[in-house]
Nanobody, 127 residues
């Protein structure tokens, strides 16, 4: 049974940092595109970052480049999202997602491309 469990969300002030974790189980972690998405109230779910666990290549949304870093620990089946220089507009529910092939630059940010989803962790940034 595939499971993705996010953790690490919370409330911080603008300029602060958080590290999100996504613990995966029930599939061969080292052969997946792992993505982080976020959804703020009234907005569509948007892709934030993705990593190909078979080779560590990463992709980012323009809005988070230089501030967020996605990484993985294949020994622990965990995907991380280090978020620095946080802004109020980063406030959202953050979701982890997985799909069993490489991350394509043309589609990694499309929610419908992913087979599996976690339940999310809430990130709130105050100004």
């Amino acid at each position: 049974q595939v499971q993705l469990v996010e953790s690490g969300g919370g409330s911080v002030q603008s300029g602060g940092s958080l590290r999100l974790s996504c613990a995966a189980s029930g599939f061969t972690y080292s052969s997946y595109c792992m993505g982080w998405f976020r959804q703020a109230p009234g907005n569509e779910r948007e892709g934030v970052a993705a990593v190909w666990t078979g080779g560590s290549s990463t992709l980012y949304a323009e809005s988070v480049k230089g501030r967020f870093t996605i990484s993985q620990d294949n020994a622990k089946n965990i995907t991380y999202l280090q978020m620095n220089s946080l802004k109020p507009e980063d406030t959202a529910m953050y979701y982890c997602a997985a799909v069993p092939f490489v991350c394509f630059s043309s589609s990694w940010y499309v929610a419908n491309e992913y087979n599996y989803w976690g339940k999310g962790t809430l990130v709130t940034i105050s100004s």
